[in-house]
């Protein structure tokens, strides 16, 4: 049908932009219609790679994990999925380590609003003033919520840990991409990083919904 044929010319666009395929088949014919496997994707078939993945179908994965969670959040990490694909990997990094400190905010606030009194409130409100940076106020969230460790299901406390790696795995990341580092990221280094967003999401709303 019509709209198969744009379906199928969309995503050839795409193995094109992923360096998967390449337009042009041999010297005397190097252009469209004409199409090839460039040596990086023949490279995935032979070591039987994890290939390009659906972005709507990832994405959709996410919003089955965090619902209609914040707007900011998905705003930042549909645009890292967007750049990943697009081959702008420090982009891809940038907005993957915002939308991981704004789940962080997230959690803050609701573990704000399990605080009994208006002077723990103000206690908390000051140490996260204090901290300043991203790292450091998560660090200040991550001893509290550890403190109340052995009220927390089995699962749940024994997810923190993973929660505290993954947090400062991306923050470094992100850190080494927003500054002039000369850093720079491979597709596989970004890939890894997307591939174990959604388990530390999870976590993450685990523990939302556990303390609200």
């Known amino acids: 049908s019509h709209s198969d044929q744009l379906l199928a010319q969309e995503l050839i666009w795409e193995l094109i932009i992923q360096g ?22 023949k490279q995935c078939i032979t070591e039987k790679r994890i290939l390009p993945y659906d972005y709507g179908q990832y994405l959709a994965g996410i919003r ?15 645009e890292s999925v967007q750049a990943f694909l697009k081959g702008l990997y420090l982009s891809a990094v940038i907005n993957l ?3 991981s400190e704004r789940l962080a905010d997230l959690l803050a606030d609701d573990y704000r609003a399990t605080l009994p009194t208006l002077k723990q409130v103000a206690t908390f409100d000051d140490a996260m003033k204090k901290a300043r940076h991203a790292s450091k106020k998560f660090d200040a969230l991550y001893t509290r ?10 699962d749940l406390a024994e997810s923190l840990e993973m929660v505290r790696y993954l947090v400062e795995i991306i923050r ?5 991409a927003g500054h002039p580092t000369g850093r720079r990221f491979t597709r596989d280094e970004v890939l890894v990083l997307l591939l174990t967003f959604p388990p530390h999401l999870r976590a993450i709303i ?7």
């Open 206 to 212: 685990s523990l939302k919904r556990w303390l609200q």
């Open 97 to 99: 380590g915002i939308s």
């Open 20 to 41: 998967i395929i390449t337009p042009g088949m041999n010297v005397s014919n190097m252009d469209l219609p004409f199409l090839r496997v460039t040596e990086y994707g």
């Open 145 to 154: 919520i550890c403190g109340m460790k052995n009220n927390m299901p089995r």
């Open 172 to 176: 470094r990341e992100r850190n080494d």
């Open 64 to 78: 089955s994990i965090a619902g209609n969670l914040d707007s900011i959040f998905s705003l930042y990490l549909e």
